[in-house]
């Protein structure tokens, strides 16, 4: 995928005269960090977060903190890293802030010491399975979802559970049919299915459903949306819900499923570098993301799903809990556990298996 950026429509000299004021309730010394983001006048992002979904959130915070231009690059979850790490090691200038929705290669990053220290002041609005040690913070609440050709599979083919998946896709009808992210080049892709390996007891039932289907792998879920939306594949595995959700409410062609015996949840995670040249932008912009006003916008206008509960609205936690119910949700915590499978010998045992049952032709 090409890296793309996008400039927020902020020019320095118009906006000279603006002051930003500190939010409401926020702690009287804040301004220290507001008049400090304004004098760095800029913020690099690094995000794996499509540009038309960040729009909106990119627009209002430069309406909150005129004067600080936003240099957003849109990018998938595996460049984002490999980019990162690269720029970092050859000592350039990079991301003042990362944000991704592969969660283990967020984690670890910030693990191994790239994350600056930062208690954000909305930090006790989210809850604890979505920050780690004051420097990685989750800020979504978005699921892992089928999604089928609702013109092509039945309404009662459409499967509930992991195991009802498993089953339909061995049907003759689904072989060449199935689709799913390529877990060798996806980062959120391989942190789902390793998700999957930990949660499902009968994963490997599902990888050689996957063998027998001969599962046919991307590595966005917009390709995999228009191939279903067309009728070249007629069902995809954990795709992005948010996504998702939102294409099938214009797409007659799309339908979602939401499995009922568990649904991973994954929050899209961000931290500043420990090298961000403007840091204190990057303060503002942690704390406008995981803010009720950031979060509204996420939920209403970005579609991603708010991780704040005291936000209202289709897409947020609230509402999805409700409808998956509270025992079948397992968010992918923010946490140093999710890269068990990232270490070079389990990651590629993992990729043997996979290549051995699901990627079997």
Do not use: C
């Not at 999604?147 to 009802?164: F, G, M, S």
Request: aromatic share 10%.
């Amino acid at each position: 995928m090409i890296s793309k950026t996008m400039m927020a429509a902020a020019l320095a000299g118009t906006f000279a005269t603006a002051f930003a004021q500190v939010p409401a309730g926020y702690p009287a010394d804040y301004q220290k960090i507001v008049d400090a983001a304004k004098k760095e006048g800029k913020l690099v992002v690094y995000a794996a977060t499509d540009s038309k979904a960040a729009a909106p959130l990119i627009k209002d915070f430069n309406a909150l903190y005129p004067g600080v231009t936003v240099e957003y690059h849109d990018m998938n979850s595996t460049e984002v890293y490999n980019r990162y790490i690269s720029e970092v090691a050859a000592g350039g200038t990079t991301a003042d802030v990362m944000w991704s929705s592969a969660m283990d290669l967020q984690m670890r990053l910030a693990s191994d010491g790239y994350a600056l220290k930062y208690k954000s002041v909305e930090a006790s609005k989210i809850p604890g399975w979505a920050m780690w040690e004051d420097q990685a913070y989750g800020t979504t609440f978005e699921p892992a979802a089928i999604v089928y050709n609702k013109r092509l599979v039945d309404p009662k083919e459409v499967p509930t559970t992991h195991a009802e998946f498993a089953a339909l896709i061995q049907q003759p009808k689904f072989k060449d049919k199935v689709t799913t992210y390529d877990i060798e080049k996806s980062g959120i892709g391989f942190m789902f299915m390793t998700q999957d390996a930990r949660e499902n007891a009968k994963f490997i039932d599902l990888e050689n459903a996957f063998g027998v289907a001969r599962v046919r792998v991307q590595s966005s879920t917009g390709t995999m949306m228009e191939r279903i939306s067309s009728g070249e594949n007629l069902i995809g595995y954990n795709m992005l819900g948010s996504y998702a959700l939102v294409r099938a409410k214009t797409d007659p062609s799309i339908g979602v499923s939401l499995t009922k015996d568990y649904t991973l949840i994954m929050s899209r995670v961000q931290f500043i570098s420990k090298t961000a040249k403007n840091a204190n932008a990057g303060k503002l912009w942690i704390d406008y993301i995981l803010s009720q006003r950031g979060q509204t916008i996420i939920a209403n206008d970005s579609k991603l799903f708010a991780i704040r509960a005291d936000v209202k609205g289709e897409t947020t936690s609230a509402e999805l809990t409700k409808l998956i119910g509270a025992n079948n949700i397992k968010p992918v915590p923010v946490h140093p556990i999710v890269l068990q499978f990232l270490g070079p010998a389990k990651r590629m045992a993992f990729l043997k298996q996979w290549k051995e049952t699901a990627g079997k032709k």
